[in-house]
């Protein structure tokens, strides 16, 4: 558990693929539980936790801190 974060899906884009995972499975398979899922979405994506592992995590932010450092170096670079 140490190394791993759980957290709700909270995020739109996280709410918007998980969401996009479950409607590809129920095409793929029929379950009927994908169905439940879909019908009563706003209640069930409040069901999932996302586990991400810490490190990952780590690295996600360093390339958005990284792309944001760039824009402001342009930004900068224009004035």
Known sequence: MEMVELSLIED???NRELKSLVSRHFQYTNSP???????DWSHSVEQFIKVIPIE?????HEEKMAQLNQKLETVERDY
């Open 12 to 14: 739109a884009a996280d």
């Open 33 to 39: 539980l994908a169905k439940r899922i879909l019908d």
């Open 56 to 60: 990952y995590k780590k690295i996600l």
